[in-house]
């Protein structure tokens, strides 16, 4: 489960953010069969973790299908985004059909503490969310055995 929150406010990606009013959702799953009937627009949700070692391993991020657009922040810091968010009077474009993985850099990883994910979202309208596919942190061996199987 992972802390949801509709609404927008950068500051909901830092780890230090106390979220503990926030409600808890399953991912992958859409927002509206969770409680948000109908909501469109921001969204952010947060997962907090704990790696024991990282040496000599890159890690990757990978956040399954989001409908439509997101960025993605870890212990604060930007890692990746997929689409553009709206501006005042101009059009974006949906990427819900896209898969994300992002790569973590291994400056910001806390060695055996608690570290914070944290995605940030955008729905044009339908369903929105996190909502399908695997999500996880990997090595990037094991995301390279993950594509070829497909």
């Known amino acids: 489960m992972w802390k949801f929150k509709p609404g927008n406010n950068n500051e909901w990606a830092s780890p230090d953010y106390d979220d503990t009013g926030w409600r808890r959702v399953g991912v992958p799953s859409h927002w509206e069969q969770q409680g948000f009937p109908n909501y469109n627009g921001y969204a952010w949700y947060r997962q907090s973790f704990e790696i024991k070692r990282t040496k000599n391993r890159k890690l990757i991020f990978v956040v399954g299908k989001i409908d439509d657009i997101d960025q993605v922040f870890l212990n604060g810091v930007s890692i990746g985004s997929t689409g553009v968010f709206p501006e005042k009077g101009k059009e974006t474009k949906s990427y819900c059909n896209t898969k994300r993985a992002y790569f973590i850099p291994p400056y ?6 608690e570290n914070l994910i944290a995605v940030k979202v955008y729905d044009l309208g339908g369903n ?6 695997h999500i996880g942190i990997v ?5 390279l055995n993950y594509q070829q199987d497909k």
């Open 108 to 113: 910001l990883i806390r060695e055996n503490k």
């Open 128 to 133: 929105g969310g996190i909502y399908s596919g």
């Open 139 to 143: 090595t990037r061996k094991e995301f």
